[in-house]
C-alpha cells in the first residue's frame, strides 16, 4: 500500500503497487537461471534458512506475516520494552565483570563509561573477605554492584550488605542483586543447594527497594549448547520454581517477582538475540499475570555477550562478534549489557581488552546513537514475527520442563542435559562441515598468527552442564598442528597441484587452502611435490580439466612419493583420487583424518 505524505504528493503514484505474485515470479527466472525449477510457494521455501527449534527465516516479510499486537513499551505484555522510556535517557547500564582482584581495575573501568559491577565471588572469582577491598573508593550510592558467588552466595550477600551499613549508604540509595541463583549453580556444578537461606536474604532485602535477591541466569544453557528457545524455557522454568520458593517462604505472589531478575546471553546472530529478548519479556509477562503478579511483570535483563562464539585463534575478531552482539542486546532493550573482553576464552583480560569492552557499548550509545529510539526494531514484520514465533517455542519447551516435574527435578534426571547436547550435536554438524563458519578458525585462518597469552583465569564451576565453544573441534586440530609443529619444527604441510591456467583453477586452490589451514595444515603451492616436504596432495582445477587430467595428475603425484591425493571438487570417482573435499564437506573429519596420516597426534 502508498502511504501519502503530508503534502499529499505521491512520488510513486504513477506505478503501480507490486504484488507478491509478482515478487515470486522475479525470483522463479533467477532461480532458473542457476538451474533450480522452483514455482509458487516453493521459492520462498529455496530461500528460506532453517534455524533451531523449527523455525525458518523466510526471504521476504510482508504486512500478512504480521504477528499479535505487541503492545506499547513499558506495558504489557512488555515486549517492547519494561519502561515506557526504554532506555533513552542515557543508554543501557553499561556492566563489567570483574572475576580476579587487579589493581585499579574496578575504579578505571567506572571512571571511564562502566556504570555497575559484576562481581565473580568464591572459588571461581574474587574471595569474599576481599569484597571491601575490590570495592575500595567505589560510590557505592551510585555503583550498582551484582553479585555471582554460587555456594558462597550467603556470605557474599552478608558481606556486601554491611559494607552498605558501614559506609552509610541509605537504603534507598543501595541498587543491583545479591544474586542468588541456587538452580544455576546445580546446573553449573551438580550440586544442589537449600533455598531456605535464600528465602531469607530475600526477606532481608525487602529493606532495600533498588536490590533484588535472585538471579535468574540462563548462561549455564546457553554455555551447554541450548537453542534461543531452550535458554528461554529453562529460565522461566527456573523462575517459576523460585517465585513458588518465595511466595511459601511468606511472600506475595508480586513481592517475590520483584526479587528476580534476568540473565541472557546475546550472540553475533542479531535479530534471534533481538527477538530472544524480546519474547522472554513477553513470556515473563504472561507467567506474572498467570501467578497474579501484573505489577511485577516487566522482566528486568541483563545481557551477556556470548562465552560460546569466543574463539581463541585470532580472537580479535572477538570485537566484531561482541560489537554485533552488543547492539543486538541494545536493540532487544536489555536493561544492562555486559560485553566480554575479546580475550575472554584466554583468560584474565588485560587493561587494553577491558577498555575496548566497555568501549563498545559506549560508541554504540553515545556516537551510534542506538538508545534515542525506545525498540526500534519494533514494527518490522521480521522481527514481530520472529519473537512470536520464537515466544511459542519457548512456551512449549517451558511446558514440557514443567510437565516433567519442573526445572530441578530435569536437572536431575539428566532430561536437560540430553536435550540440550542433541541440540549441541545437531549445531556441531553445521559447524564441522562450515555451514556455521567462524572467521579466523574455520574461515580464513592465519597460521602464523602471534599467540595472545594471559594470565590464567579462575577455574570456572564444573561437574554439572558442559560448557561449550563453537570452535572447540577446530581448536583440538589446531593444537595437533602445534605440538606437531614443536616437535618437528615445521607444520604439517599438503601440495596443492593446481592445472591448468590460473583462472581455472584459483577458486578451488584458495579454497583448499583455506581448508587446510582450518586444522593448521600449512599448504605448499609451486615447485614439484618431491620439494613440498608434504606426504600428501589436492588437486585444484575445473571440473573440465579434471575430465582431461586428474587421473594422469593423480598417479603422478603417487609416483612422486603422495601417499594421499585428494581432490577439491565433488565426488567423481577419478582413478587414483581417495578423497574429495568441496563446499560442505565435514571438514574436520577430513582434517582430523589428514592429520592423522600425517602423524600430527
Not at 98 to 106: I, Y
Not at 293 to 308: E, I, L, W, Y
Not at 411 to 419: A, I
Not at 505 to 524: D, K
Request: glycine fraction near 10%.
Amino acid at each position: 500500500m502508498t502511504v501519502l505524505p503530508d503534502d499529499r504528493l505521491s512520488l510513486a503514484a504513477e506505478f503501480p503497487d507490486a504484488t507478491h505474485e509478482q515478487w515470486q515470479r522475479l525470483v522463479e527466472g533467477v532461480l532458473r537461471k542457476s538451474g533450480r525449477e522452483v514455482s509458487g510457494a516453493a521459492v520462498e521455501d529455496a530461500l528460506s534458512t532453517t534455524l533451531e527449534d523449527g523455525l525458518r527465516t523466510r526471504p521476504l516479510y510482508t504486512a500478512r506475516d504480521a504477528a499479535p499486537d505487541p503492545g506499547l513499551p513499558g506495558f504489557a505484555p512488555f515486549t517492547r520494552g519494561g519502561r515506557p522510556m526504554g532506555n533513552t535517557p542515557g543508554g543501557w547500564d553499561i556492566r563489567q565483570r570483574h572475576a580476579a582482584l587487579c589493581d585499579g581495575s574496578v575504579l578505571a573501568d567506572l571512571e571511564n563509561g562502566v556504570t555497575s559491577l559484576w562481581l565473580v565471588l568464591g572459588e571461581a572469582g574474587i574471595p569474599v573477605a576481599d569484597l571491601g577491598r575490590a570495592l575500595d573508593g567505589v560510590y557505592l550510592d551510585l555503583a550498582p554492584v551484582v553479585l555471582d558467588a554460587g555456594a558462597d552466595t550467603k556470605a557474599a550477600a552478608d558481606a556486601l550488605l554491611k559494607l552498605y551499613e558501614e559506609r552509610g549508604i541509605a537504603p534507598e540509595d543501595v541498587r543491583g542483586s545479591l544474586g542468588a541463583d541456587p538452580l544455576g549453580h546445580e546446573a553449573r556444578t551438580g550440586t544442589p543447594l537449600d533455598f531456605a537461606p535464600v528465602a531469607t536474604l530475600a526477606a532481608r532485602a525487602a529493606a532495600y527497594p533498588g536490590l533484588r535477591t535472585l538471579t535468574v541466569d540462563a548462561l549455564p544453557y546457553h554455555e551447554a549448547g541450548g537453542s534461543a528457545a531452550q535458554e528461554l524455557g529453562a529460565s522461566l522454568a527456573t523462575a517459576v520454581a523460585y517465585l513458588r520458593g518465595l511466595t511459601e517462604a511468606g511472600l506475595s505472589a508480586e513481592q517475590a517477582a520483584a526479587q528476580l531478575d534476568f540473565r541472557y546471553a546475546a550472540t553475533a546472530d542479531q535479530f534471534l538475540t533481538i527477538a530472544k529478548l524480546r519474547a522472554a519479556r513477553r513470556l515473563w509477562a504472561r507467567v506474572a499475570e498467570v501467578c497474579g503478579a501484573r505489577g511485577a511483570g516487566a522482566q528486568v535483563q541483563h545481557a551477556v555477550t556470548s562465552p560460546v562464539m569466543m574463539s581463541r585463534r585470532d580472537p580479535w575478531v572477538n570485537m566484531l562478534r561482541t560489537t554485533v552482539a552488543t547492539l543486538a542486546a541494545g536493540v532487544g532493550g536489555a536493561d544492562s549489557v555486559t560485553v566480554l573482553p575479546f580475550d575472554h576464552a584466554l583468560g584474565l583480560p588485560d587493561a587494553f581488552a577491558r577498555r575496548i569492552a566497555r568501549n563498545t557499548s559506549t560508541i554504540l550509545v553515545e556516537e551510534s546513537h542506538l538508545a534515542r529510539v525506545v525498540d526500534p526494531a519494533g514494527g518490522s514484520w521480521y522481527v514481530e514475527r520472529l519473537t512470536d514465533e520464537l515466544a511459542h517455542s519457548a512456551w512449549e519447551f517451558f511446558r514440557s520442563i514443567e510437565q516433567d516435574g519442573g526445572q530441578a527435578a530435569v536437572l536431575r534426571s539428566g532430561r536437560l542435559r540430553d536435550d540440550l547436547a542433541r541440540t549441541w550435536q545437531e549445531r556441531s554438524a553445521k559447524l564441522a562441515k562450515r555451514r556455521e563458519p567462524i572467521t579466523g578458525v574455520s574461515e580464513f585462518p592465519f597460521l602464523d598468527e602471534k599467540p595472545v597469552h594471559r594470565e590464567p583465569a579462575p577455574e570456572p564451576p564444573s561437574g554439572g552442564l558442559p560448557r561449550v565453544r563453537r570452535d572447540e573441534a577446530y581448536e583440538a586440530l589446531r593444537a595437533r598442528s602445534d605440538a606437531h609443529l614443536a616437535a618437528t619444527g615445521t607444520r604439517p604441510r599438503i601440495f596443492l597441484a593446481t592445472l591448468g591456467p590460473a583462472a581455472e583453477h584459483t577458486a578451488r586452490a584458495s579454497f583448499a587452502a583455506n581448508l587446510f589451514q582450518a586444522g593448521g595444515i600449512e599448504p605448499v603451492t609451486g615447485g614439484n611435490f618431491e620439494e613440498s616436504g608434504a606426504t600428501e596432495a589436492v588437486l585444484c582445477s575445473s571440473d573440465a580439466r579434471y575430465a582431461e587430467e586428474a587421473a594422469q595428475a593423480a598417479g603422478a603425484l603417487r609416483a612422486a612419493g603422495a601417499r594421499h591425493v585428494h581432490l577439491a571438487g565433488r565426488p567423481a570417482g577419478y582413478p587414483g583420487v581417495d578423497s574429495y573435499v568441496f563446499a560442505g564437506c565435514d571438514a574436520v573429519a577430513v582434517l582430523s583424518a589428514t592429520l592423522d596420516r600425517i602423524g600430527a597426534s
